[in-house]
Every structure is written in C-alpha cells, then in structure tokens.
C-alpha cells in the first residue's frame, strides 16, 4: 500500500481509548492499597477510643514467607500454585501498646486485567454502576461501604377527614437476622416490615420526626380529643387507622386503635401522608400498645421493632437494648465516601436518617421516572475497586461493628485480638474468583485482548450474582432500547447472555478519571434526536 495513503487512511481513522483498550481494571488496580487504606481510616473513626489505626506496609519477601509457612498450624502441604496476591500489613495499637500486625493478602493484575488464582487464569471486568442511587420499576438500591440497602414499598389503607385513603410505605430490611432469628419471627403472633418511619420513630420519636424532617407540628390524641369541632376540616386533616386487622397480625381477639393524628391543611402533602401511612402502619399492628401519651418515647418504638424483628414475646428489656445497639450502629454509616457519592446524586444527607427521609420522600418520583433515564448508559461510572475488594471492606466493617458492640466494658485487648483473628483473614481475596460477577474465566487465544477481554463490562444488577445466566426479564425497563448504547455500549459485539449491546464497551468512549461516563460534546445533538426517536 502507498505510505502516504495508508497515513492518511491513519490520521483520519478515529482512536482507541487507550485505559479502555489495555483494560480499565489495570488502571484501577494500581490503587488496591491506598483504597484498603481509605476504608481502614474512615472504619476508624468509629473504633473505640482505646483502639488505634497506624497505617500499613508492604511486606519484604522474607517477611511475606515467614508469614505463609508460619500459618500451616503442622500441615504437610503448601499451596505452590501461582496466585497474584502480595502480603501487606496493617498496623494497630491499643492504649498506646503495638498490636501484633494484621496481614492481608491484596491482589494485583497482568496486561488486559488478568490475574491468576491458584493456578486459574480470570479476567476482570469494570462494572458499570450509578453514580449513588439505584432505581428499578419498584424498588432503589444503595449500595454503601458498611451495607447494600435495598428500599420497597408496600399500600396501607387510613382515613383522612372521614375517608378511605391508601399510601405507599417504604420499607427495607436494613437488620440482617440470622437464620434462628427468622425462626422465631415468622412463628410470632405479628409479623411484619421494618418501615422507614419506624426507625425515624425509633430514634427521634412522633414529634420529632415531623418536627426535624417535616418541620411541621402534629397534634397527637383519641377519638374523643381529636374531633372536627376542634378541627375544623376547613384548617385540619384529621387522621386514623382504618381498624382493619393486617393479615401479619393472628390475633383472634383484634381490636383496631382509635388513636387520631390531626395536621394543619397546609402542611400535608405526599411526603406527610406517607409518613402518616407508615405510622399507622405500625399502629394497626399494635393498636392496644399505642397510645398519645406514649408516642414520644423511643423506648416504645424500639421494643415494637424488636417484636418485629425477633417475634412477640420476647423480654422487653433485651429488646430495647438489642434495637438501642442497633441504632447506634447505624449512625456511622454514611462515611465520608458515602456521602461525596450520594452529593454527585444530588443527595446531600449527614447520616443516615436523613437519607431515609430523603428515600421516603422521594421513592415515589424516583420509581416513576421515565424508562429512558433508567435504560440509560450515560451518568453512571465504570467501577472495579469497590466490587472486587468488597471482601476485604466488608470484613473490616464487620470488625468495626464488632469492636463497638462487645458487651465486656472496659474493653480488653484480648477482645480486639480475638475479633481481628476471626474477621481480618489473610486469604479473604481468594474468594474473588467466586460470586463476583466482575471476575470471569476469559479465553483469549490472540495477542489482541479487547475482542475478549478488556472489552467486557458488567451491569451493575449482575455484580453480584456470580457468572450465572443473568435474571432479568425482557419486560425490564433499563434493558429497552437507548441511545446511548451506541456511545457507551457495542451493538456490533452482542454476546447471546446480553443481546442488548450493555455488556461491551466502545473502545472510543470518553471516560473521566474516576470512571465516568463522558459524553462526546459533537454527538449529543445527534443521539439526542435519536433518543426522542426512539421514545416516540
């Protein structure tokens, strides 16, 4: 071929994007260290006082061995097999005294992100995530570093001024019961959901939830107090149970609250009739435990969530305490990194009750928004750290949790030590290989890994799910058609698992440094006409 052709045909041949092209998750991989480190720092804040974090090292090959064989606790065997993992260690002390290190494998990748463990060769793969705040047809997602926090929604009926109406109540299970906990509840006399109200009730009781979120003033009081000749309906909303017997509730002998809440007209919206809704909800589950005199007592509150939680019947006392604890552990988590995520959303919460308010009061909208903006590849970032070191942080959470929750006081140091030995695992990144749907074995028979390899990315609703076949279904509004997939996606490379062009990447697309999607300023007058095409 003439030169001078074949450089014209190169200059005006548009090029990769070279991150995208040797593997997003190379780029990303070089900050394993320092991202281990942010999560240990921002989990410190939250130790106890006596507890100290003193940063990390990298251990020397000689330290690295002692280590591995100093672990066979008498075994005749040895792994041998290559894995791409290097020892580092964390340092600690207590009371000023050094504790014994704590030492945590951490992976690290080839050209394309390959990386081999035990032998095995696997592929990582960016995930395509939203930027905070996950929304699908009737449920949001919010996957924070000490929990993924999946909201629902369920009707309860009440009466305003006299008439039926139904709203919704947003729930999530945001206590993790263990296997003999779920025993017990599903054979208790009331089941049901953990609403949002009840933890705002829980913690800051009737009045002030409506006064800190709502900023409004809520009479509280029975059938006989609250009336319309005190309320006139012209200036009040006057609000009670619809008496009806939940079907969680099996009690035989069920008789409804005549408990009544009465609300200026002109503070009651959605927001305030969904709050309203929620604490109904609790009421016509417990309609003889509450009543006006009692619903500022978070006591209260927080032994019905017990009795929810663990089954009625259950000691008071222990109840209170368990959901007091509870509640304490849920102050700390929105950390600092939650919270710049949640601000790109344009949520701006300081913790976390106030990000249920924010959940509460816009579930409904946000559920409701057209499918374009949920089908859509654009606003979303390309993440690795996060969900191929989730192991690690979750483990660190777990012991943060646990070092603030022991019942011995004062602490000792034989508490941390046991707590680290049983959560902090050298070997808790060899599990990467499995229920993470971001690692797959690739076969790449060329020199040339995007077709493969590095073109490969992951929706975030499979992250989770291991390399099985994915569960949506074709009725799912983020898999419909959008134009951003021919920006984003590849509609030219489809796998037959994901035929709508989401699971490839465009070697030429713009992506930021922390992994967002940028649009091409030239091409948004174009797929924009596109999608209102497409739309229409």
Same mark, same amino acid.
């Given at each position: 071929?003439?030169?001078?052709?074949?450089?014209?045909?190169?200059?005006?041949?548009?090029?990769?994007?070279?991150?995208?092209?040797?593997?997003?998750?190379?780029?990303?991989?070089?900050?394993?260290?320092?991202?281990?480190?942010?999560?240990?720092?921002?989990?410190?804040?939250?130790?106890?006082?006596?507890?100290?974090?003193?940063?990390?090292?990298?251990?020397?090959?000689?330290?690295?061995?002692?280590?591995?064989?100093?672990?066979?606790?008498?075994?005749?065997?040895?792994?041998?097999?290559?894995?791409?993992?290097?020892?580092?260690?964390?340092?600690?002390?207590?009371?000023?005294?050094?504790?014994?290190?704590?030492?945590?494998?951490?992976?690290?990748?080839?050209? $394309?992100?390959?990386? !081999?463990? *035990? @032998?095995? =060769?696997?592929?990582?793969?960016?995930? &395509? +995530?939203?930027?905070?705040?996950?929304?699908?047809?009737?449920?949001?997602?919010?996957?924070?570093?000490?929990?993924?926090?999946?909201?629902?929604?369920?009707?309860?009926?009440?009466?305003?001024?006299?008439?039926?109406?139904?709203?919704?109540?947003?729930?999530?299970?945001?206590?993790?019961?263990?296997?003999?906990?779920?025993?017990? $509840?599903?054979?208790? !006399?009331? *089941? @049901?959901? =953990?609403?949002?109200?009840?933890?705002? &009730? +829980?913690?800051?009781?009737?009045?002030?939830?409506?006064?800190?979120?709502?900023?409004?003033?809520?009479?509280?009081?029975?059938?006989?107090?609250?009336?319309?000749?005190?309320?006139?309906?012209?200036?009040?909303?006057?609000?009670?149970?619809?008496?009806?017997?939940?079907?969680?509730?099996?009690?035989?002998?069920?008789?409804?609250?005549?408990?009544?809440?009465?609300? *200026?007209?002109?503070?009651?919206?959605?927001?305030?009739?969904?709050?309203?809704?929620?604490?109904?909800?609790?009421?016509?589950?417990?309609?003889?435990?509450?009543?006006?005199?009692?619903?500022?007592?978070?006591?209260?509150?927080?032994?019905?969530?017990?009795?929810?939680?663990?089954?009625?019947?259950?000691?008071?006392?222990?109840?209170?305490?368990?959901?007091?604890?509870?509640?304490?552990?849920?102050?700390?988590?929105?950390?600092?990194?939650?919270?710049?995520?949640?601000?790109?959303?344009?949520?701006?919460?300081?913790?976390?009750?106030?990000?249920?308010?924010?959940?509460?009061?816009?579930?409904?909208?946000?559920?409701?928004?057209?499918?374009?903006?949920?089908?859509?590849?654009?606003?979303?970032?390309?993440?690795?750290?996060?969900?191929?070191?989730?192991?690690?942080?979750?483990?660190?959470?777990?012991?943060?949790?646990?070092?603030?929750?022991?019942?011995?006081?004062?602490?000792?140091?034989?508490?941390?030590?046991?707590?680290?030995?049983?959560?902090?695992?050298?070997?808790?990144?060899?599990?990467?290989?499995?229920?993470?749907?971001?690692?797959?074995?690739?076969?790449?028979?060329?020199?040339?890994?995007?077709?493969?390899?590095?073109?490969?990315?992951?929706?975030?609703?499979?992250?989770?799910?291991?390399?099985?076949?994915?569960?949506?279904?074709?009725?799912?509004?983020?898999?419909?058609?959008?134009?951003?997939?021919?920006?984003?996606?590849?509609?030219?490379?489809?796998?037959?698992?994901?035929?709508?062009?989401?699971?490839?990447?465009?070697?030429?697309?713009?992506?930021?440094?922390?992994?967002?999607?940028?649009?091409?300023?030239?091409?948004?007058?174009?797929?924009?006409?596109?999608?209102?095409?497409?739309?229409?």
């Amino acid at each position: 071929m003439d030169k001078k052709l074949f450089d014209l045909i190169s200059a005006a041949t548009p090029r990769f994007n070279d991150v995208i092209a040797n593997g997003l998750a190379v780029e990303h991989m070089r900050y394993v260290e320092g991202y281990i480190d942010r999560i240990m720092r921002t989990a410190e804040r939250d130790f106890p006082p006596e507890l100290r974090y003193n940063g990390y090292r990298r251990c020397t090959p000689q330290e690295e061995f002692t280590e591995a064989t100093k672990r066979l606790n008498h075994q005749s065997t040895f792994e041998l097999a290559r894995s791409d993992l290097y020892l580092v260690k964390y340092l600690f002390s207590f009371n000023g005294e050094e504790l014994e290190p704590v030492y945590l494998y951490l992976p690290f990748v080839t050209e $394309a992100g390959i990386i !081999t463990l *035990r @032998g095995s =060769t696997f592929a990582i793969s960016p995930v &395509l +995530a939203d930027k905070a705040i996950s929304v699908t047809s009737d449920s949001i997602f919010i996957p924070l570093n000490r929990d993924k926090l999946t909201f629902q929604r369920l009707l309860h009926p009440y009466y305003r001024n006299g008439e039926r109406e139904a709203a919704y109540v947003i729930w999530s299970q945001i206590y993790h019961l263990s296997a003999k906990d779920k025993k017990a $509840a599903a054979s208790s !006399t009331v *089941r @049901g959901r =953990t609403t949002l109200v009840h933890y705002l &009730l +829980a913690k800051y009781g009737l009045d002030g939830m409506f006064n800190r979120f709502a900023s409004i003033e809520v009479k509280v009081g029975t059938a006989e107090t609250i009336t319309e000749e005190r309320y006139p309906a012209s200036e009040w909303v006057i609000c009670s149970s619809s008496q009806i017997k939940p079907k969680t509730v099996r009690d035989k002998f069920y008789i409804g609250s005549n408990i009544r809440l009465a609300i *200026r007209k002109e503070d009651y919206n959605l927001t305030v009739g969904g709050m309203v809704a929620g604490f109904f909800y609790i009421v016509d589950m417990f309609p003889q435990r509450i009543r006006p005199e009692y619903v500022n007592e978070t006591r209260l509150w927080r032994v019905l969530m017990g009795q929810l939680l663990w089954g009625v019947g259950s000691n008071e006392g222990k109840l209170n305490d368990e959901v007091a604890k509870h509640l304490r552990s849920l102050d700390s988590y929105l950390d600092s990194e939650a919270k710049t995520y949640l601000r790109e959303d344009d949520v701006h919460c300081e913790d976390l009750y106030g990000l249920l308010y924010e959940i509460l009061s816009t579930f409904n909208h946000r559920v409701t928004q057209s499918n374009s903006q949920v089908s859509s590849m654009y606003d979303k970032r390309l993440m690795v750290l996060r969900y191929v070191l989730k192991d690690l942080t979750s483990a660190i959470n777990r012991f943060m949790f646990k070092v603030n929750s022991t019942e011995k006081k004062p602490l000792a140091k034989s508490d941390i030590l046991k707590q680290m030995k049983r959560l902090l695992k050298p070997n808790l990144v060899m599990g990467i290989n499995r229920e993470h749907g971001e690692v797959s074995s690739v076969a790449a028979p060329g020199d040339n890994k995007y077709f493969k390899v590095t073109s490969q990315i992951v929706l975030q609703a499979d992250s989770s799910g291991g390399r099985g076949k994915s569960k949506t279904t074709s009725g799912d509004p983020s898999k419909h058609l959008h134009s951003s997939i021919a920006e984003v996606g590849s509609y030219s490379t489809m796998g037959k698992s994901e035929p709508t062009g989401r699971s490839k990447i465009n070697p030429f697309v713009n992506v930021a440094s922390d992994g967002m999607i940028v649009r091409d300023p030239d091409k948004i007058p174009l797929l924009d006409e596109v999608q209102r095409i497409i739309q229409r």
